[in-house]
């Protein structure tokens, strides 16, 4: 999540690559998540991700990276205990990794989920809610959770696109996030008519391939909090 003006990134989304190719294409998880979800891999994709970002992590450096992971995830089981483990004894580490919860029509258990991102937030790690607005249960997840970060649907900026009506609606999302989550970020930019029209509805952090020079990491906007 990146500003709008040249600031350094909120974080980066860590993205899985193909193998083998010269120029690997990321892949998109809404075209695997379905076929992992029918074949009940979902926890363990995500545990193997989360693996996987926590090894980028540790070449150093001072990159922040963004696990995105399924709401079926968000609960303390042996791995995750294990991981936060180890989250205690790095600090520096945990202080880089930001845990974004994937909202979905139905939540598990919502005590473990708070227990959940309670824990995280205590090793020293970040908790984003994504895709807010596009499905029930992200409102009962921001207020559970707690967040650090809430990332808009892209569906508000592309109705904010089309009238005034959308536009009021992407305002309106924007005041009622800050009542849950000190860093707001509106998903989904692809144009510069995009900036403009997220920026004017109040906008601090942005994200999307429409945002220059930051690889579509979210970005602040002018004027805007770490």
């Known amino acids: ?3 709008a003006a040249c600031a350094a990134p909120l974080y980066h989304e860590a ?9 690997a294409a990321s892949l998109r998880s809404e075209l695997f998540m379905p076929c992992l979800q029918r074949l009940g891999l979902v926890r363990t994709f995500d545990h193997l991700a989360a693996g996987c970002v926590v090894r980028q992590l540790r070449l150093g450096g ?22 936060m483990v180890l989250l205690r004894r790095e600090p520096e580490l945990a202080a ?12 598990p258990d919502l005590d473990s989920v708070r227990d959940f991102c309670l824990q995280l937030q205590l090793c020293g790690c970040r908790v984003a809610i994504k895709h807010f607005g596009g499905d ?3 409102l009962a997840a921001a207020k559970v959770c707690r967040p650090d970060i809430i990332k808009l649907d892209p569906v508000f900026i592309r109705r904010a696109r089309e009238d005034r009506f ?20 509106v998903d989904g930019i692809e144009r510069e008519e ?10 601090e952090w942005l994200q999307g391939c429409g945002v220059p020079l930051h690889d579509g990491a979210p970005a602040r906007g002018p004027g805007g909090r770490a």
């Open 136 to 138: 029930s249960g992200n």
């Open 15 to 23: 993205r899985f690559h193909t193998e083998g190719e010269p120029h």
């Open 1 to 3: 999540a990146q500003a």
């Open 96 to 107: 880089r990794l930001v845990v974004e919860i994937t909202g979905e029509p139905t939540l």
């Open 62 to 83: 001072t990159v922040r990276l963004g696990l995105s992971i399924s709401a079926q995830s968000a609960r303390r089981d042996h791995w995750w205990a294990s991981l």
């Open 194 to 203: 995009d900036i403009r029209v997220a920026l004017e509805a109040g906008a």
């Open 166 to 185: 959308g536009r009021e609606l992407l305002e309106e999302m924007l005041a009622l996030c800050g009542s849950f989550a000190p860093s707001i970020v």
